[in-house]
């Protein structure tokens, strides 16, 4: 609800456990907020994904103030870009009006319903959107400001007294000094902060016992959770996500948020939200001038028909403009999809083989590297299927180097590669030095006394810097670039365990090494030189640069994972342990690893001097294709973003840029199937692409855990580029340029406010105003048979939800026939009584 009713009544309490119950539930209204370090991708409407997809936007619309859809001027620049088809689009129109026939009934002479209905979605001006407040609110304003102070890390030199009391104690003992609770609340304020309980949960309970109208709690809660959603994500991270190690100091839990807010409604000091923009106007008079028509020349039926149309508003035309998206999309995939899976080409043993992550910017460098030889390429989830956290060589803190759907097994420690030990030590201790002058640098600048001294003493250097980065940004990165490149060399994650925590056994490592061969359908009769490659990201002060590294893995590089499998495929024990198990290898195969990075397309090899002799020439020769693969690569990406290739390399290390790469903007699709389906089809870099063949997997198992784990990765993050592109003030995070980062775990936008919960309008919309990324749901294809997985999603609840309630589409390619099904959603009727319609896509 969005005024909450101020008003003093002594009423029945609800005890603690209810208390706690209705608080956890309203914390699900919103998404986890990963720290910058670690960001990850997330559906922003991930509460409401128990209702169908268009129920679930315009609930939370309501709950978020967020628009439903992009607005129609957009969607209409799109269009004129080619980037929607009009038949699909005239389609998306016919069955909104309920099919051909109704669609075709007229309104008058040479026009029809669908005509009137065309002539809204590209003619007609839409309706006046009334002026956005994007800011916030005096009272949402004064919780974040305090959020931002209890909750910073490290970045100021006078923490917040009384941390250690949890964060809605702490504002309790220090509101009282703030003037802006004084002018907010007045001498009503004043008063409670003295009288209201000290511990959250009672707080919430007598305040929702002193509402004067009674109110459905868990909306209540829901409605307060949701009017910070940055910082109460922030806060579900800490509580379901973040290592305690790193939080146990800084207590903070979301009854502490809704704490707040119950002193300010008590206090009558809560505003009301602002509503969501307006969906538009009736159409009528418009659309009987479009078309040269008066009302007078309508008998009664013809103008109930135009009526029907007229009442269509901006929000129901976006979302026919969505599904046309969709459709343009599907159309132009499916026959060449379907093509391919009529033709069999028997595979020629491969000069190499290369694994690399299933993510949309592999695609694109696959084919590139493909056309520069016998090369044969695998797609596999980005972390190689290792449930790791990796303790940094002389770091703070571990990194989970694994998908949040999973919890670390092992604990692995990065440790100097044999014979580069000093090398090692060297690097570790240059870190440490640098964190300690940061330290001072950072402790000087703030300080009262030494400020002006810092900036007498640096200020020549920073200048000269500046003007480095600025004009010569190649050059002055080449040096970090060494040192990083050095590091990544002379360190590697080691298996056996860090500190008191186990190691990984050979059990695990056999199993982890069969899972690349089971899930992908790679053959074990594997090529001499088998190279695992992660993918990371360059950019240079760019708080979203995590972002741009695996959009799974907590916003880590996969270098890491893809060594220690390589490692462990390497091992003879491991090898035999595979043996056993049916998957003999060649003794002449050799595994190594390497890390792509994506916005250079620059390929780093691992442990290249520790491969035998036997193998220097393949790894000369594909080493030479890699180079070459990147060059095309870099040109390719290059067009898109309208630069030249060479810029590529120094926008990745220049302070300026607020554009790098264009990250996973435009993934559209996640394919599941062998690379023969997809290896002639340009996909444009749109779309997930997760080997497997369905011969290899008899019982479905492997199928089921990539629709269950890679596939739902996949769908967060269509979600929130989705959402970020519709309304990227709500979902997103506005224009980066303006960015603040606060308490070193997130960005503002300006000088204070909530957290911003998605992705910056650089990585989504060009320069001159039109969406690069294209909102539109995920499509899923399986190459597999129907029965099989009719079978799967029918016995999964999350694959019966993501399908049947719309976030996902699914159609799949029967592998002996090459027939498309698409599945139907809830309440949907196909004429049978099966999930999967019975005609081709």
Not at 73 to 86: C, F, P, T, V
Not at 342 to 354: I, M
Request: charged share 20%; net charge negative; proline share 6%.
């Amino acid at each position: 609800m969005n005024m909450i009713a101020p008003i003093e009544r002594t009423g029945e309490r609800l005890g603690r456990t209810e208390v706690a119950g209705l608080v956890a539930l309203a914390a699900r209204t919103v998404a986890p907020l990963w720290p910058l370090e670690s960001a990850i991708a997330v559906n922003p409407l991930a509460r409401f994904e128990e209702l169908p997809f268009a129920q679930a936007v315009a609930e939370a619309s309501k709950l978020f103030g967020a628009r439903r859809t992009l607005p129609l001027a957009l969607w209409r620049r799109l269009y004129e870009n080619d980037r929607i088809d009009e038949a699909a689009l005239r389609d998306a129109a016919i069955a909104h009006l309920g099919g051909i026939y109704h669609a075709a009934a007229p309104i008058a002479p040479g026009v029809t319903m669908l005509d009137a209905l065309m002539a809204c979605l590209l003619a007609i001006e839409p309706g006046d959107q009334p002026e956005r407040k994007d800011g916030l609110g005096p009272d949402a304003a004064f919780i974040a400001k305090w959020c931002g102070a209890f909750f910073d890390h490290g970045m100021t030199t006078m923490p917040l007294p009384y941390r250690d009391l949890g964060l809605y104690r702490a504002v309790l003992a220090m509101a009282a000094y703030d003037p802006d609770y004084r002018t907010l609340t007045g001498a009503r304020g004043a008063a409670l902060l003295l009288s209201v309980p000290r511990d959250p949960l009672e707080a919430i309970s007598e305040g929702l016992a002193s509402l004067e109208v009674p109110v459905d709690e868990l909306a209540y809660l829901s409605g307060l959770v949701a009017r910070l959603p940055g910082w109460a994500g922030h806060i579900r991270w800490r509580t379901d996500h973040a290592d305690p190690d790193r939080v146990a100091d800084v207590p903070a839990t979301m009854a502490d948020l809704a704490a707040l807010w119950i002193l300010l409604a008590r206090a009558d000091a809560v505003s009301a939200l602002p509503p969501a923009p307006s969906a538009g106007k009736d159409r009528r008079a418009a659309l009987l001038a479009h078309f040269g028509l008066t009302a007078k020349a309508l008998d009664a039926r013809n103008a109930e028909r135009l009526d029907a149309v007229a009442r269509v508003d901006d929000d129901a035309l976006g979302a026919l403009f969505m599904t046309a998206a969709e459709r343009s999309y599907a159309n132009g995939l499916m026959p060449a999809l379907q093509r391919a899976a009529r033709t069999s080409n028997p595979p020629l043993r491969p000069d190499a083989q290369l694994v690399l992550c299933i993510d949309v910017r592999s695609e694109p460098f696959r084919r590139a590297l493909e056309a520069e030889g016998n090369y044969e390429t695998f797609g596999y989830a980005g972390f190689f299927g290792l449930p790791i956290a990796l303790h940094p060589f002389a770091g703070a803190h571990r990194a989970r180097l694994l998908p949040v759907l999973l919890s670390p097994r092992h604990d692995i420690s990065e440790r100097p590669v044999p014979g580069r030990e000093s090398e090692a030590e060297a690097i570790a201790d240059g870190a440490r030095r640098d964190a300690c002058t940061s330290d001072l640098f950072a402790a000087a600048k703030v300080g009262p006394a030494t400020a002006f001294a810092a900036a007498e003493a640096t200020g020549p250097l920073a200048a000269a810097l500046m003007l480095a980065r600025t004009f010569a940004p190649l050059a002055a990165s080449r040096a970090a670039a060494t040192l990083r490149k050095r590091r990544q060399l002379a360190l590697a994650p080691a298996p056996e365990g860090y500190a008191n925590h186990t190691g990984v056994s050979l059990a695990d490592k056999v199993g982890y090494a069969s899972a690349l061969f089971r899930l992908t359908g790679m053959r074990p009769d594997t090529a001499r030189l088998v190279v695992l490659t992660g993918h990371g990201a360059s950019a240079v002060n760019n708080p979203y640069a995590a972002a741009l590294d695996c959009g799974a893995c907590s916003g880590h590089a996969g270098g890491s994972n893809a060594r220690l499998l390589a490692a462990m495929l390497n091992d003879a024990d491991v090898r035999s342990g595979m043996a056993e198990e049916g998957l003999k290898l060649p003794p002449t195969t050799y595994f190594l690893a390497a890390e792509h990075n994506t916005t250079t397309d620059e390929v780093t090899i691992f442990d290249a001097d520790s491969i035998p002799d036997t193998h220097a020439a393949d790894l000369a020769a594909l080493s030479a294709s890699l180079a070459r693969a990147a060059g095309a690569n870099r040109a390719r990406r290059a067009r898109s973003l309208d630069r030249a290739p060479g810029d590529l390399l120094t926008g990745a290390v220049h302070w300026g840029e607020v554009r790098p790469e264009w990250g996973l903007a435009g993934n559209a699709a996640f394919i599941v199937g062998p690379r023969d389906l997809t290896r002639a089809i340009d996909l444009q870099g749109r779309a997930f692409l997760h080997s497997y063949d369905w011969r290899a997997d008899r019982d479905g198992s492997a199928l089921a855990t990539i629709l269950t784990a890679p596939m739902v990765v996949a769908q967060w993050i269509n979600c929130q580029y989705l959402f970020s592109t519709i309304d990227n003030e709500r979902y997103g995070s506005g224009d980066k340029v303006t960015h603040n980062v606060i308490g070193g775990i997130g960005v503002v936008q300006g000088n204070g406010g909530d957290l911003k919960i998605g992705l910056p309008r650089q990585s989504l919309f060009r320069d001159n105003g039109l969406p690069h990324h294209v909102p539109q749901r995920l499509l899923a294809i399986v190459h597999a048979p129907f029965d099989r997985v009719a079978a799967l999603v029918e016995t999964s609840d999350i694959l019966r939800r993501l399908f049947g309630k719309g976030w996902v589409q699914l159609i799949v390619i029967d592998p002996e026939t090459a027939r498309a099904r698409r599945w139907r959603e809830d309440g949907a009727d196909c004429g049978e009584g099966r999930n999967l319609l019975c005609v081709d896509c």
